[in-house]
């Protein structure tokens, strides 16, 4: 179905290949994983499925892409449509009508379908990706995961061969991926669609696929079963950092594999209790807050505080509530009840200057806050504004993400390069109180780790409090002190992390799931009752 013939692309001023001499087959009905570092090339790999790279992007494209019988070097994205869907990292950004089911019909419309066709196969998406109350919604009011359950049904209504899929899970939460991913499975093996995503969570994704296609970031790359190339790359979930941790004989891609194989460690070894962390002063507080959106009531009564130092997690289903509380909590939202203090004073009392020097906050879509034309132009206004050394900004980004460069247009980084921008750009304001919106979006375990001892160090060297919406269990079973849970705008779970990740099967990290019923969320937490991780 597809066909790579000693592949090599580079981009318009750059110095590298982003991808070099690359040669593979993916068959119809196969589902393959596109695995590397954020900013490796994954995206640009995806686009060369469907033409848009060179086509629309430019670059110098050397060797043969063959997609169904057809050369993309010689067929245009539009005269592919119908063979090759694709859902990008930014749903938004491709949407072009203001309804969901009017979304649905525009490209079914655009080529003349029978309207008897299009009901059928909008019934068919709808409910495929479980939009069906949302179908007359603006899609403006739904949430980052909404929309990028729309941006795949509406890549589903034009029935392709291929489905290309860049990060399709990373806005949604652990049961809506659960859903997404099965119907991925289901499209492979009854339909024969043939299925090519890039994803950084593999803890998600590593089950349902056959294969893995590695992009080593220099333009070397290699392709293979699951298990072959997780041996030779850091980039791998939990499970497998716990087998290697604790020198398992095999490395289990599965829970059950693993759990199969730590059944003697579970039974041996002593519970150690994690550090508890004690919060500090109270910096921020939410009490009763009710918001509405039009006659939609988006939170219902829901009290939150934050304290200097510690670090909370605000978790919950796609529409749970989560960004609308975080708009609150910033001055984005007014509620239509309540009351929002900061230190001492009502939030809607401070200055919008003074909120945005005291509140750092990064939204689900970082770009949106960026407008000049180059990271290292970004860095130096940031430098600038907070009255801090000439190129501390620029600085600060690369010990997150090293290989990002300062001559790039932030419009033409990947989204965890924009994400790691952004916080760069925002932490560089020292503020008191930090609140991020799927932080992790785009970004690899690589530099989710910088990510994480980031947060850690502002929380407890700093003082800054920290509260991250996020559907990365992961990272919140690692990095968060207090774990909060959203349902329907109602605040339904509050206290340690430990307790509430536990008392959530759906939303247990891996580790948990491998090591239940013992208290462990991390790998850490294991290797700790082992006693081989000093504290």
Not at 59 to 80: A, C, H
Not at 374 to 384: F, G, L, P, Q, T
Not at 477 to 504: C, Q, Y
Request: charged share 25%; net charge negative; aromatic share 2%.
């Amino acid at each position: 179905m597809i066909t790579f013939s000693r592949v090599s692309l580079i981009y318009p001023h750059s110095t590298t290949t982003v991808i070099e001499d690359l040669s593979f087959e993916i068959s119809e009905g196969e589902m393959v994983l596109v695995m590397g570092h954020t900013g490796s090339g994954k995206s640009s790999l995806l686009r060369l499925i469907n033409g848009l790279v060179p086509h629309h992007t430019g670059g110098i494209l050397g060797g043969e892409i063959i997609v169904d019988g057809k050369s993309t070097r010689t067929t245009k994205p539009g005269e592919l449509a119908g063979i090759v869907g694709i859902v990008g990292q930014n749903p938004l950004a491709t949407f072009v009508t203001d309804i969901v089911e009017d979304e649905l019909a525009f490209g079914m419309e655009s080529l003349n379908f029978p309207p008897d066709v299009m009901r059928k196969r909008i019934e068919e998406a709808l409910d495929q990706v479980g939009l069906v109350p949302l179908r007359q919604r603006s899609i403006a009011t739904l949430s980052g995961g909404e929309q990028q359950r729309l941006a795949i049904a509406s890549a589903l209504v034009m029935h392709p061969k291929v489905l290309v899929l860049d990060e399709p899970t990373s806005a949604l939460d652990p049961i809506a991926s659960e859903e997404i991913l099965a119907i991925l499975h289901r499209l492979v093996h009854d339909l024969s669609v043939t299925v090519v995503l890039a994803e950084h969570r593999l803890e998600r994704v590593i089950g349902y696929v056959d294969r893995i296609l590695l992009i080593e970031g220099d333009g070397a790359s290699s392709i293979g079963e699951p298990s072959e190339i997780l041996k030779k790359t850091d980039l791998v979930p939990p499970i497998v950092r716990l087998s290697r941790a604790l020198s398992l004989e095999e490395i289990g891609t599965s829970t059950r594999e693993v759990r199969k194989l730590t059944e003697d460690i579970r039974r041996d070894l002593n519970d150690i209790p994690r550090p508890v962390f004690k919060a500090g002063e109270l910096s921020l507080s939410l009490t009763d807050i009710v918001a509405k959106y039009g006659e939609k009531e988006a939170l219902s009564s829901v009290t939150l505080e934050l304290h200097s130092g510690e670090i909370t997690a605000l978790m919950g289903r796609n529409g749970a509530g989560k960004s609308s509380l975080i708009k609150c909590a910033v001055g984005l939202l007014s509620p239509a009840s309540g009351s929002i203090v900061l230190g001492e004073r009502q939030l809607d009392e401070i200055a919008q200057k003074e909120r945005s020097r005291l509140i750092g906050y990064i939204p689900q879509e970082p770009g949106d806050l960026l407008y000049l034309s180059s990271v290292a132009e970004e860095c130096a206004r940031a430098d600038r504004d907070n009255a801090i050394a000439h190129g501390a900004t620029l600085a600060s980004l690369h010990q997150m993400l090293p290989t990002i460069s300062p001559q790039s247009h932030p419009r033409d980084l990947s989204e965890g390069e924009r994400l790691s921008l952004v916080l760069a750009i925002v932490l560089a304001g020292s503020p008191q109180i930090l609140i991020l919106d799927e932080p992790t979006r785009g970004l690899d375990y690589e530099a989710k780790n910088r990510l994480m001892a980031l947060l850690h160090r502002r929380a407890r060297i700093d003082g800054t409090s920290v509260l991250m919406a996020t559907h990365d269990v992961e990272i919140v079973a690692e990095v968060a002190d207090r774990t909060i849970f959203l349902a329907e705008g109602e605040k339904v779970a509050d206290g340690p992390t430990l307790d509430v990740l536990l008392a959530s099967p759906a939303f247990a990290p891996q580790v948990a799931k491998v090591m239940s019923p013992r208290p462990w969320l991390t790998v850490g937490d294991v290797l700790r009752s082992q006693g081989s991780l000093e504290e």
